[in-house]
Structures are given as structure tokens and as C-alpha cells.
């Protein structure tokens, strides 16, 4: 669990932040590759995302089931891990689990808010502990920091990248294909390939930008 004060962005560019798959690939170095699956309701879709872990270890993806809320001025996006029939676990990535994941945005003040992030995640594979205690020192809150950053640059980007088009505010322009809950089922842990990367040496790592 950690929090950012964003101070120059309003809370509803941050939101948008975090929707808009097309403005990831500009913020987010870690991620290879992100899409949308299908809506399930006006505030509700399945979702796809891979994330490049450092080398040595083995690059992660989930499927997941991400839900949206304004709150009046404020802002609540959650997601968890799901199956899909059609996106089963791929050879060339290890499965992750998101139990429970979630966002809350909370007005500031003017043109402020501040950002609380909360994430319980299985990374699956029994990793070392050195990479646990790596994650959670330095990734979540650098990656909170970029987010900031990209909240700055947003509005400018968008001004040149479909302006009006926000399928997250508007649903009428939403235009995934439908998916039932019944093609849906939690994804458990224990159901999936456990690989063993307990044996990576620490001073293997790579120093890529996942710390930057």
C-alpha cells in the first residue's frame, strides 16, 4: 500500500491516466503489451497486460476483471484476476494473480489529488525473497512517480490523441464485444504452474528502467 500528492493535476486526469491504454505505452517502460478483452457492464471490462520483469526472471501477464467508479469529485478503479476461455496461460510468460488490486483518487484542493494504491499480488514462481523485499522498496513507489509524471503530460497528448474519445466517461463509445459473466471464473493460484526461480543470485539482476 503506498500514496502519491499529485499537485498539478485534478483528479480526473489522473483517472483518465489510468484508463487510457493507448497513453500506457508512453508512461508505463515496464509493460510489454496491454488491450482490452470485452465490457461486461458501463463500468465494468476484462482486460489484458503483460509486464517485462528484470532479467534473469521470468516476464509476468494477467487477465483481469477491472471495475470503475466516480465518487463525486473522487475516483475508485479495482481489478482481479479472472480466466478467460480464450486467453488461457501463454508458454512465454509466468501467470500472475492480482487478488485484489485498486486505485482510489481523491480530490485535493484545485487542480490536486492525491493517489492511494493498493495491490495484493501473486507474482507466482517461488522467488527469492530479495526480489520481494526489491519490489516492494522500490518498484511500487517509483511506478506511482511515473504516474504522477504522466498525469502532468496528459492533458497536452491528449489535446492531439482523440480528445473527445474517452469510452470510461462515455460508454456509447464503447464498442468491445460483450462478455458474460458465465465465460468468466476467478483465477486461483494454486491452479497454476508454479515455476522455481528461487535460485536467481540477487547481483544477476538486471538495473533496467523497472527501477527508474
Known sequence: QTRISCKDVPAETLYDVLHDTRYRKKWDSNMIETYDIGRLTVNADVGYYSWKCPSPLKNRDFVTLRSWLPLGND??????????PKYPPRK??????????????KANGDGACILYYLTQVDPRGSLPKWVVNRVSQFVAPKAMKKIYKAGLKYPEWKRRHDPEYKPWVYPEQNTLPSVSLAELSVQH?????NIDETG????HLSTSDHEA
Open 92 to 105: 512465454d510468460f509466468v501467470r500472475a494473480v492480482s487478488l485484489q488490486t485498486g486505485y482510489l483518487i
Open 200 to 203: 536467481l543470485p540477487e547481483e
Open 189 to 193: 493460484a494454486e491452479s497454476l504452474e
Open 75 to 84: 475516483y475508485m478503479i479495482i481489478n482481479y484476476s479472472v480466466k478467460h
